[in-house]
Nanobody
């Protein structure tokens, strides 16, 4: 199984990015998926979660109202739409999966994929 985050890049403060989490050999719709980030010298931070089968969503206070997690089950992809980006959002962003079938949020994430770098700077 592979989880791959993509869509990162360099963006100016106030800008937007949409990250994608794609998977091989697993149907993401059946599991809770989360987005995390880790900045240099800081601990990994959980940001958002979406439950299986378009279930409940959960957001950390630091991103609530700015970030939106969603699914496209036809594309087997989970997205993180990030708006009003700030320099402190600069980090490597990861997606993760809770392997409990039918899991919801909050979730116990078991596996993290490869990350994507997001840099917010003018």
């Amino acid at each position: 199984v592979q989880l791959q985050a993509s869509g990162g890049g360099l963006v100016q403060p106030g800008g937007s990015l949409r990250l994608s989490c794609a998977a091989s050999r697993v149907t993401l719709a059946y599991y809770a998926i989360g987005w995390f980030r880790q900045a240099p010298g800081k601990e990994r931070e959980g940001l958002a979660c979406i439950g299986s089968n378009d279930g409940n969503t959960y957001y950390e206070d630091s991103v609530k109202g700015r970030f939106t997690i969603s699914r496209d089950n036809a594309k087997n992809t989970v997205y993180l739409q990030m708006n009003s980006l700030k320099p402190e959002d600069t980090a490597v962003y990861y997606c993760a999966i809770d392997w409990a079938y039918g899991s919801g949020c909050p979730a116990a994430f078991d596996y993290w994929g490869q990350g994507t770098q997001v840099t917010v700077s003018s």
